[in-house]
């Protein structure tokens, strides 16, 4: 529908009016409605999460210090959204991304749930491929452990599976990668 001031661009603001029990109702674009003064409640309250996502991510660099500094900006291949810009907008640019800054989200996800594995039910669509992260997740815990107790002979060996498994999944991702 085109905004019914300008007639050229399309309507995004829809506005009902009861003046003297009439009821009008007006279909506006953005720029047309706020010329009339007409503004979201929301375009000047800053996106929640964006902020509290800048906020987690700033306190990890001032904790890491220069380390978080010095890292190279990590972006996805997929849609070109760099860490620094997700952190800013606290939005991904496609599922690419999830992916791609894995390594980056799971400590903001641990000190925001508490946790960075999800419980919950999946598709079974996903189900093989949450699995491998589940067992990589299990292993980089188990790993730890044995490194904790000293016991470096099942260290070495959770690190070998560990690589195993990283392995094959870049090998099919980079077949999907050729299928597409």
Do not use: W
């Not at 960075?116 to 452990?145: C, D, F, T, V, Y």
């Not at 690589?163 to 990668?177: D, G």
């Amino acid at each position: 529908m085109k905004c019914q001031d300008c007639n050229n661009s399309e309507a995004t603001v829809s506005l009902t009016q009861i003046i003297n029990n009439e009821k009008v109702v007006l279909s506006l674009c953005k720029e047309c409605a706020a010329k009339r003064g007409f503004h979201s409640p929301l375009d000047n309250i800053p996106f929640p999460l964006a902020n509290f996502l800048a906020e987690m991510m700033g306190k990890d660099k001032i904790e890491k210090g220069s380390k978080a500094i010095k890292s190279p900006d990590l972006s996805c291949p997929s849609c070109g959204l760099s860490f620094e810009e997700f952190s800013r907008l606290g939005r991904f640019g496609c599922g690419e991304c999830y992916k791609t800054f894995r390594d980056k989200l799971q400590g903001l996800l641990r000190k925001i749930h508490g946790s960075s594995l999800h419980k919950g039910k999946l598709p079974p669509m996903l189900s093989e491929e949450a699995s491998n992260i589940k067992e990589q997740e299990r292993l980089e815990q188990e790993l730890q452990r044995a490194i904790e107790l000293e016991d470096f002979e099942r260290a070495a060996d959770l690190r070998d599976k560990l690589k195993s498994l990283r392995q094959s999944e870049s090998e099919e991702e980079s077949k999907e990668k050729e299928n597409v």
